[in-house]
């Protein structure tokens, strides 16, 4: 059973920096997209970014030049490293891994993780 676990999130000041993890457990695919997501109440689920097993990495407008994802592939980690936040990151973070087969094989999503920024 694949399990996600987020963690990191929290109250910061606008302007500040935080770092969010998430680790994978059980047996997943070792060719993957691991990417985190965000959700505020009454809204759809966006991507914020997602990496390759490789390396490659992709990144929503509203977060390019100041989120960088990152991934340990020896942990089966990924990493979202926050900037310059802005009130309107406020949102519960979810991790999410998808195997290559992707949608023919499930993908798995974490808890989510709140990260409030406060103006």
């Known amino acids: 059973q694949v399990q996600l676990v987020e963690s990191g999130g929290g109250l910061v000041q606008a302007g500040g920096s935080r770092r969010l993890s998430c680790v994978v457990s059980?047996?997943?695919?070792?060719?993957?997209?691991m990417g985190w997501y965000r959700q505020t109440p009454g809204k759809q689920r966006d991507l914020v970014a997602a990496?390759?097993?490789?390396?490659?990495?992709i990144y929503g407008d509203s977060v390019k030049g100041r989120f960088t994802i990152s991934r340990d592939n020896a942990r089966n980690t990924v990493y979202l490293q926050m900037n310059s936040l802005k009130p309107e990151d406020t949102a519960v973070y979810y991790c999410?891994?998808?195997?290559?087969?992707?949608?023919?094989?499930?993908?798995?999503w974490g808890q989510g993780t709140q990260v409030t920024v406060s103006s």
């Open positions: 059980g047996s997943i695919f070792s060719r993957n997209f």
């Open positions: 999410n891994v998808k195997p290559i087969t992707w949608p023919r094989e499930n993908d798995y």
């Open positions: 990496i390759t097993s490789g390396g490659n990495t």
